[in-house]
């Protein structure tokens, strides 16, 4: 069968996208679902850095590679073996198929899939397999999900059944956005309702830590951007406090607005001066988070002695900790009842032909979750 779908040839090229074009709108060829298989039809899928960290070679990966990760859509045919999904089922994709087996999903920890890792980085399917081609060569899955298409063969693993009246734009953004900043609070942190929090970089995964903190009943949340326009949304969302990132006393602000730094600081921008910095507004005692993902080559250089003296915790957290298919229904339940309003965060409706000027946008953080709309 047929697809159409936004392929990255090259990384590395440079912006503007509008006029290098990284990504090629392709018709590749498909074949069906393996045994443990699903083929979704693909109704809308998020663009989140992820996807841009693979276009500009902080996250390298093999070329060429189906680009998307955090989509939604509804199950076409399902694998001889899988038993709990039917066609026409609506489901949110996992970019971490977990296998279930390994040493990690065996501690209920299967963001850490250790088999999902190895397929991830190959551009394979959980199985080893790419049933993506084009003109008799194989073309990579991005994450096992391959979103950016309008039909896609993903792992049994890869997806979670949700139910047909949600919305599949909103219900895209679970996949990743919702799960990775929310699952970092609520999972990773396991915020305390009273504590107080600080938000860097205020992303699509940002803004969803921000809204979970005030979920969890955080008494104080300040947020940091280098964007103005994204400091004005989150006090729009309820953040207490907003300081600009790049001020050169933008640790003192924290520290005096909060009494001498915050329970927990959560690093989004995938930045290392912005783990830096939020290293230094946690207090003593506190807990410093980052769930962004920066260049390999980048290190944090922080005081050892801190870390003794002062019992602070430093942790990474991907994919927010999450079981999704527990997680994923929860923070649905959320949303519906009014109290994790991500629709809110959603920002431009686009086209294939949209999407090379709309990581444009993504990358100078003029937006906030831009949603594709395959046809």
């Known amino acids: 069968m047929k697809t159409k779908a936004a392929v990255l040839t090259e990384m590395g090229r440079p912006t503007p996208y509008a ?10 060829d498909l074949e069906g679902p393996g045994e443990d298989e699903v083929l979704v039809e693909v109704k809308a899928a998020g663009l989140c850095h992820s996807d841009l960290s693979v276009m500009n070679g902080a996250r390298p990966r093999p070329t060429p590679m189906a680009l998307g990760h955090e989509a939604a859509g509804v199950v076409r045919e399902v694998g001889r073996s899988v038993a709990d999904l039917a066609v026409g089922d609506h489901v949110v994709m996992i970019f971490v198929p977990a296998c279930g087996h390994c040493i ?22 959980l199985s080893g397999a790419r ?9 990579n899955h991005h994450m096992g999900v391959a979103a ?6 993903v792992s049994r693993r890869s997806l979670v059944k949700v ?5 599949l734009e909103q219900a895209a953004l679970f996949g990743c956005a919702v799960m990775t900043g929310v699952g970092a609070v609520v999972n990773t942190a396991q915020v305390a309702a009273g504590s107080k929090v600080a938000v860097i970089g205020l992303g699509g995964v940002g803004l969803n830590s921000l809204l979970a903190a005030l979920l969890v009943g955080a008494e104080q949340v300040v947020a940091l951007d280098l964007l103005p326009a994204k400091l004005e949304l989150a006090r729009q969302l309820g953040a207490t406090d907003a300081v600009q990132a790049s001020a050169e006393d933008a640790a003192e602000q924290v520290k005096e607005l909060t009494g001498g730094g915050v329970d927990f600081a959560f690093e989004m921008a995938g930045s290392v001066p912005a783990l830096d910095l939020a290293y230094r507004i946690t207090r003593r005692g506190g807990t410093t988070v980052t769930g962004g993902l920066a260049h390999p080559s980048k290190n944090l250089s922080i005081q050892q002695v801190s870390l003794v003296a002062e019992e602070r915790t430093l942790k990474g957290s991907y994919i927010g900790s ?14 519906r009842r009014g109290r994790l309003p991500v629709d809110r ?3 431009e409706r ?11 946008r993504l990358e100078r953080g003029e937006t906030v979750r831009q949603v594709l709309i395959p046809s």
Do not use: H, K, W
């Open 148 to 153: 950016f298409s309008t039909l896609t063969v």
């Open 131 to 139: 049933r993506l081609s084009y003109a008799g060569q194989p073309v």
């Open 350 to 360: 686009i086209d294939f032909e949209g999407l090379n000027l709309a990581f444009d």
């Open 322 to 335: 999450c079981v999704p298919s527990r997680d994923i229904p929860r923070y649905i339940g959320l949303f």
């Open 104 to 125: 990690p999903c065996a501690e209920g920890r299967p963001a850490l899939c250790e088999p999902a890792a190895a397929a991830n980085g190959a551009g394979t399917l």
């Open 19 to 28: 006029d290098s074009r990284p990504l090629e709108i392709l018709e590749l």
């Open 345 to 347: 965060l959603m920002s």
């Open 163 to 167: 139910d047909p009246d949600l919305p």
